[in-house]
């Protein structure tokens, strides 16, 4: 994938970021020059390696109990009814 | 007496046996936050009127003979991604900007338990990305050694509170250098501990499978004794390992230090320089320094920023300006864009890093990058797993260059990550790190790094603290 600004404007949309054509304009080419960067991956022999991973065990885990929190985490949010308010959806 | 200049064991001994009390040692500390912080700018918010209470109420605790605890009395200043229950945490960021935790981060708990009282909450690079600090949304914090410089980040704020003796102690995270880097620009000790053995509960993440909180000082007596309180097995963090022990700073027993030549080699010169004499120094008190090499660590800085852009997209997909964020009322927006909205909030760094994560995750990508970058992450495991059965420690720059001016690297992103090329490899593996301060070049602090094998702090604190008492470093500059 050539980092084009399409491109970039098409990952802003998957992360739900908007972004202005001046901020595309500046982070298309400093994205790619980042790519270029990353791209010495291909360059070392990994065909050895294991990618790193921990397993846990279920057993291991803790056991579900709630716990109430002292006060309101939400406090900062809209709220109608009790519940909090957000966009319409279409 | 200038209580300010005293570390955290002076302080704790001095309240303890009523020399001074609490409340004139947070006074003395109020007025020296309000004289230098127009110059510096580390604090995001500054909870004098709960430190004073907390004071006088450990005041009385003293006064009745009650127990108190082993930092009761030290002031200490936590970075403003760790959750303070009641305390504003904002990330410095717009999209926490009315955030107040209903919590206290696990650290934050170990602390109050052990007597100490927060002074504040320090400011950092936007959601704990960055090298300086620049990236925040409540201006830069600068380097009390030279205004006109960067402390280092992200942790920028904790650093430049110490040095600039605002505060004792303070507690910073580390992702990718984040405690070491501005330890090593404001001339103070920070440490990164293992991976596992600090709790990351009430820690604000960016990248949980790299960062850590770790400890800064101006003393190794100041960090090995906030690691004491902070470290060992939580509950709530099931990535905690244990691998605790009682941490001391003063073993004399030589050590097999092993010099990195990557690391060396890609560093400014004069910084270098001081890098081989605090080698000789740790050789005129009986450590064997040799030369080493390790040459997967020429891919740890593509294999960091892969990782850690991938999980921060990931991490920060939560802040929708649904549960918490800044006012904007989502009448007369549809479900996508109202987020996309409320999202375009978040500054140009962490966009990017957002943009480059779901890059290297995308369908079809993901082999190229995320999966060679976590493959290099075991390489590099492996490499330094062999390199620490012949040596117990192993020591370069902790950065590069030496600190530079604020807004030098603002407008070249890449120029920015490559800074921390020597301090990812230790988030990326999992190793304890810490970087202590090794000489000046003018004014400007360099730090050493000393590395150890997982859960060997104890060698590293060895290390830095014989290195500490060689070489006399200064640690807080005139302000």
């Known amino acids: 994938m050539a980092v084009t600004k399409e491109l970039v404007g098409h990952l802003g949309w998957l992360s739900r970021i908007n972004l202005t054509d001046e901020e595309l304009e500046r982070n ?6 980042i790519i270029k960067y990353l791209d010495k991956l291909d360059s070392i022999a990994l065909s050895q390696a294991e990618p790193i991973t921990t397993k846990k065990d279920f057993s291991e885990l803790r056991d579900d109990n709630p716990q109430e929190f002292g006060s309101d985490p939400f406090r900062a949010a809209p709220r109608k009814d009790g519940y909090v308010k957000g966009p319409r959806m279409t | 007496m200038q209580l300010y200049r005293l570390d955290s064991a002076q302080v704790a001994a001095g309240i303890r046996n009523r020399d001074f009390s609490a409340e004139e040692y947070v006074q003395q500390l109020l007025e020296r936050i309000e004289k230098v912080e127009p110059k510096v700018n580390a604090f995001i918010t500054v909870t004098g009127g709960l430190a004073l209470e907390r004071a006088r109420w450990l005041d009385r605790r003293i006064k009745d003979g009650e127990q108190v605890g082993p930092l009761a009395g030290v002031a200490v200043s936590i970075k403003d991604n760790i959750c303070v229950n009641g305390t504003k945490t904002t990330c410095a960021s717009k999209m926490l900007d009315n955030f107040v935790p209903p919590y206290d981060a ?5 602390l109050f338990d052990a007597g100490a009282i927060l002074i504040g909450k320090t400011n950092l690079d936007e959601f704990a990305m960055g090298s300086t600090t620049e990236f925040s949304r409540k201006g830069a914090t600068r380097n009390p050694w030279d205004i006109a410089r960067v402390p280092g980040g992200s942790s920028g704020g904790s650093a430049a509170s110490v040095a600039a003796l605002e505060c004792a102690l303070s507690l910073g995270s580390d992702t990718g250098g984040s405690v070491r880097c501005p330890a090593s620009f404001c001339s103070v000790v920070g ?3 293992t991976y596992g053995l600090v709790s990351r509960y009430g820690l604000i993440s960016y990248a949980n499978s790299l960062e850590q909180i770790g400890p800064f000082g101006r003393t190794v007596a100041d960090v090995s004794a906030m690691l004491n309180a902070i470290a060992g097995h939580d509950e709530r963090d099931h990535t905690t390992a244990g691998g605790k022990q009682h941490y001391t700073s003063g ?3 030589p050590l097999r230090i092993g010099i990195v030549k990557e690391f060396t080699e890609g560093a400014d010169p004069d910084v270098s320089k001081i890098v081989y004499s605090s080698a000789e120094k740790l050789e005129g008190i009986g450590c064997k320094c040799d030369q080493v090499t390790c040459s ?3 891919y740890a800085l593509a294999s960091y920023y892969t990782i850690a852009t991938a999980e921060a997209s990931s991490n920060l997909a939560r802040y929708d300006n649904m549960r918490y964020g800044f006012e904007m009322t989502p009448e007369g927006y549809e479900w996508n864009s109202y987020f996309a909205k409320a999202r375009s909030n978040f500054g140009e760094e962490v966009k990017r890093r957002i943009i ?3 890059y290297v995750l995308s369908s079809g990508y993901y082999g190229k990058y995320y999966l060679k970058a976590q493959q290099v992450r075991s390489v590099l495991r492996k490499d330094f797993a062999s390199l620490f059965k012949q040596y117990d420690a192993l020591i370069g720059p902790t950065m590069p260059i030496l600190p530079f001016k604020i807004g030098e690297k603002l407008d070249d992103p890449l120029k920015m990550y490559l800074v921390d090329v020597d301090t990812v490899v230790a988030n990326l593996t999992g190793m304890p790190a810490i970087s202590v301060p090794a000489g000046f070049v003018g004014n400007l602090p360099v730090g ?10 104890q060698t590293i604190l060895d290390a830095a603290s014989m290195l500490e008492k060689s070489a006399g470093i200064q640690r807080s500059p005139d302000l």
Do not use: R, W, Y
């Not at chain 2, 790094?449 to 702090?457: H, K, P, R, S, Y």
């Open chain 1, 28 to 33: 298309t080419a400093q994205i790619e020059e």
């Open chain 2, 106 to 110: 696990t650290v934050v708990k170990t």
């Open chain 2, 191 to 193: 440490l990164k501990p």
């Open chain 2, 251 to 253: 073993s004399d027993k």
């Open chain 2, 296 to 298: 997967s660590v020429e």
């Open chain 2, 356 to 358: 480059l994560g779901s």
């Open chain 2, 448 to 457: 050493l790094q000393i590395m150890a094998d997982n859960f060997q702090e």
